[in-house]
């Protein structure tokens, strides 16, 4: 057998083969559907794996830069959808993907893992609303787990300084996606709960897709802030963004700004309420004194209607009025026996026996002065005062004459 | 929680939280009002005290907003200022 055609070495061929393929408009630049295998993180970043199907396998190759990117961890029997260049390896005569980026094929798989892991989680008890610690009132420490560079540490930023510049903050600068986001932000946990250096946590990122909040969703990532002795607010995405961390979390903020003003109060609020607190102090210490004050007026009135000096002042009149009956009785009673006197005396006036002499009767006195009644009184020679009106006479006895009945 | 109310010690505290929480306390003994009026005088005085101490944490709060770097060589982490890009 003759040797026909050109002579080439290896490297020749291989070069030329390569050639081949990078004139090629399709497979310069191609999507290829397929399940990862015999996938390989290299300690230089580069990703070496294996796609296959169920009738093939292609190798491919993820280089650090293009590696980095990825919002998920790769791992073997991940359904994916590659972009990227097919090429040859000269070295070895192997063509293969050079893949530039990747997605998960069908996201609808990705819900599914959610799904998964919420269950386990649920039932495992991470979600328990009974190992929910509570925020601190008034954090003076705030730790902050996230990318230094995205949009959400510039909204909490904004709020905290806003909000409450008493809290101090520390910011624990992760990575938000891509394959080490997950074991980026437990570090980050992990290390705070060390420190013991804050009040409590905020883990977050910015909205973006299921991709990109993947870090978010894994199990790794749930366990340590189930394991977390400080309390931790989730703010992942938008408000309609749910992760398996906002289920495990303390809190879930719908956003990073939300987020904030969770962990912290509002200044202005807080002066409000101590305005209100002073007053409220003031009115109750007044009220205190107002009520012991009636009390006061309440006994003194007590004490003056208790007062001795009244009871006296009291019988003192009580002993006018009876002076005054008295006195009002006595007149009355004077007038009466002056009546009567009066009644008598005429009476005494009209029984005066000198008043009869002047009827023509006299009396007899003997020298004594003795008024005479009886005959017998008498003897003969006595000397007799004869009383009649106007005057009297001294007489003698002459003669007694005695009546014999 | 310490309300010995004839005890300023507790006043020196910079802690807002702490503050606040013994303000309300005594706002708190001051509404219920069954003190003796010594008591309720030296209550309202550290009220007062306590709320004038809040306002003034308020006000001179300055927000230090750190991020931790790591050594790459030693892998120690510390802190810095943190400049928003």
Not at chain 1, 19 to 40: A, P, Q, W
Not at chain 1, 201 to 216: K, M, N, T, Y
């Amino acid at each position: 057998m003759a040797f026909g055609g050109i002579t080439l070495s290896v490297s020749q061929v291989n070069l030329y083969i390569k050639s081949l393929f990078e004139r090629d408009k399709t497979i310069t630049s191609v999507t290829i559907k397929g399940e990862i295998s015999n996938f390989k993180s290299h300690t230089s970043g580069h990703f070496y794996m294996s796609l296959k199907d169920d009738g093939a396998v292609l190798r491919a190759v993820m280089f650090k830069t293009s590696a980095a990117k990825l919002s998920f961890k790769l791992e073997n029997g991940m359904k994916v959808l590659a972009s990227g260049r097919i090429s040859v390896y000269e070295r070895d005569g192997q063509y293969q993907l050079y893949v530039e980026s990747m997605r998960l094929d069908g996201v609808g798989d990705l819900y599914v893992a959610f799904e998964k892991l919420k269950k386990k989680l649920n039932q495992e008890g991470l979600f328990d609303l009974s190992h929910k610690r509570v925020l601190p009132k008034y954090p003076k420490m705030i730790g902050i787990v996230t990318s230094p560079t995205g949009a959400a540490i510039r909204d909490i930023l904004n709020v905290l300084k806003r909000r409450f510049s008493y809290s101090n903050v520390i910011l624990y600068p992760v990575l938000v996606q891509g394959g080490n986001a997950s074991s980026n932000i437990v570090e980050a946990i992990e290390y705070f709960n060390k420190e013991k250096t804050v009040d409590v946590l905020v883990i977050g990122r910015g909205g973006g897709s299921i991709e990109d909040l993947w870090a978010f969703n894994e199990e790794n990532v749930a366990r340590s802030i189930y394991k977390s002795k400080i309390p931790i607010v989730s703010a992942v995405g938008h408000e309609i963004d749910f992760t398996i961390s906002d289920f495990v979390a303390d809190v879930r903020a719908p956003t990073p700004s939300a987020a904030a003003e969770i962990i912290v109060p509002s200044h202005i609020e807080l002066k409000k309420q101590l305005n209100t607190i002073y007053g409220h102090a003031i009115y109750c210490i007044k009220k205190f004194i107002e009520k012991r004050q009636d009390k006061l007026i309440l006994m003194l009135k007590n004490i003056v209607s208790r007062n001795p000096i009244n009871k006296i002042n009291e019988k003192r009149i009580y002993l006018d009025n009876l002076v005054k009956i008295m006195l009002n009785f006595m007149t009355k009673f004077l007038e009466k026996i002056k009546k009567c006197m009066q009644v008598a005396q005429s009476k005494i006036c009209a029984m005066n026996p000198l008043n009869v002499l002047s009827r023509g009767y006299s009396i007899v006195k003997n020298n004594e002065g003795v008024i005479l009644k009886s005959i017998d009184q008498l003897k003969i020679d006595d000397e007799i005062c004869l009383v009649l009106e106007g005057g009297s006479a001294v007489c003698y006895v002459h003669e007694i004459l005695q009546e014999n009945n | 929680m310490n309300l010995d109310i004839s005890d300023g010690k507790n006043l020196v505290s910079e802690n807002f939280e702490e503050n606040m929480d013994n303000l309300e306390a005594v706002v708190k003994k001051l509404e219920k009002g069954d003190e003796s009026l010594e008591s309720m005088l030296l209550l309202f005085e550290k009220g007062m005290k306590l709320t004038k101490k809040c306002n003034r944490l308020l006000d001179n709060a300055e927000q230090k907003i750190n991020i931790l770097m790591k050594n790459e060589e030693s892998g120690e982490i510390h802190e810095e200022d943190f400049v928003e890009e």
